[in-house]
């Protein structure tokens, strides 16, 4: 069965810094999606980005860029120069079916 | 507002009685998910509908729990003979259909439920 692995529960770093949060996942299946989401101190999960297993160009956008490698089932998420505002709980999730699997989530703190 | 809608934003009820809860989609999303979310964990799935067909339920979704979606338009959610256990976030997300490709899907508010 699939399964995704976030290990970092909580990451706490003061503005500007840059972080990553980690991901890795498990999956028998050629063909899978990957996303991240984001998850305020307000509540509703924010959809930031989907990768197909056959694309494995990193992805930037803004402050926010991706790093999926497949040899090492790890999709990464790196904030650079992060701000307050990007405080929240970070998931990553890896469809199965059509049904989603998701990580427990990464708390990231960033204080002024 | 064109975003996935969900009705009540809260509700509190007493063990036993019955909770329905409401999603409206994104208009022209013809895929339509349930999750349940505990606090300091990723959400759980517990159904999913292609337009009104429910194709998937979770095997841990117990018969308390129904789901349906008229039409294929808004959807509801049933918790009968509700458990202290069943308090949680529960959201709905959509999602449209393109080629055989997986599409993000887009979530709702959420209705937190407690459970007295």
């Known amino acids: 069965a699939q399964k995704v692995t976030q290990a970092q529960t909580e990451i706490s770093v003061v503005e500007k810094e840059d972080v990553t949060l980690d991901c890795v996942y498990e999956?028998?299946?050629?063909?899978?999606?990957l996303f991240w989401y984001k998850q305020p101190p307000s509540g509703e999960l924010v959809f930031l980005i989907r990768r197909n297993s056959f694309d494995e160009q990193n992805e930037i956008s803004g402050r926010y860029s991706w790093n999926f490698q497949k040899s090492t089932s790890s999709f990464n998420f790196t904030i650079t120069a992060s701000q307050v505002v990007d405080s929240a709980v970070y998931f990553c999730?890896?469809?199965?079916?059509?049904?989603?699997?998701w990580g427990a989530g990464t708390k990231l703190i960033i204080k002024p | 507002d064109t975003g996935v809608s969900q009705n009540p934003r809260h509700k509190i009820t007493k063990r036993g009685q019955n909770v329905t809860f409401r999603c409206d989609p994104i208009?022209?999303?013809?895929?339509l998910y349930w999750y349940r979310q505990t606090l300091g964990q990723g959400p759980e799935f517990l159904t999913y509908f292609q337009n009104e067909a429910q194709l998937e339920k979770s095997r841990l979704l117990s018969d308390r729990f129904s789901a349906e979606r008229p039409k294929g338009s808004f959807s509801t959610l049933e918790i009968q003979r509700t458990e202290q256990g069943d308090s949680a976030m529960y959201l709905c997300a959509s999602s449209v259909i393109e080629g055989r490709s997986y599409n993000e899907q887009f979530f709702g508010p959420g209705t937190r439920l407690t459970v007295l």
């Open positions: 999730a890896l469809n199965e079916g059509y049904q989603l699997i």
């Open positions: 208009s022209e999303h013809n895929r």
């Open positions: 999956t028998r299946d050629t063909t899978y999606y």
